[in-house]
């Protein structure tokens, strides 16, 4: 099954590399809706994506901030900062709110590791 952005926004953890194996990789939209975990109403939920560019001057290279809206509770979200690199055909995610790993302790009712 071929990971889409949709996937990459959903699923991969920081600062790794998706590269897809498309001619055209990536067109330049952003998925409209992604599933993730809302904190308010303590499951995965469909949010509705806003992106916007914040950095880079080029077409070859950007960081694009992407807010994403909570559609059951309207009250909660999760940003995303995505750097994306158009010439070598990659993106990352630079920053990610509320992280990944908040979000699937909270899923399995456990609490998040205290950090040192
Ligand atoms: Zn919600």
Redesign the pocket.
């Known amino acids: 099954m071929a990971t889409d952005v949709r996937e990459f926004l959903e699923s991969y953890d920081l600062y790794t590399r998706f590269r897809p194996h498309h001619s055209v990789w990536w067109n330049g939209d952003w998925p409209q809706v992604v599933e993730v975990l809302?904190r308010?109403?303590g499951a995965k939920?469909s949010h509705r994506v806003w992106p916007s560019k914040v950095a880079g001057f080029t077409l070859d290279w950007g960081v694009y901030m992407l807010h994403g809206a909570?559609e059951?509770?309207?009250?909660?979200g999760v940003i995303f900062w995505v750097e994306v690199n158009q010439r070598e055909g990659w993106m990352q995610k630079a920053g990610q709110l509320p992280a990944l790993a908040e979000a699937s302790a909270q899923q399995r009712g456990l609490q998040p590791a205290r950090s040192a």
Do not use: I, L, S
């Open positions: 809302c308010a109403c939920r909570c059951h509770c309207g009250t909660d």
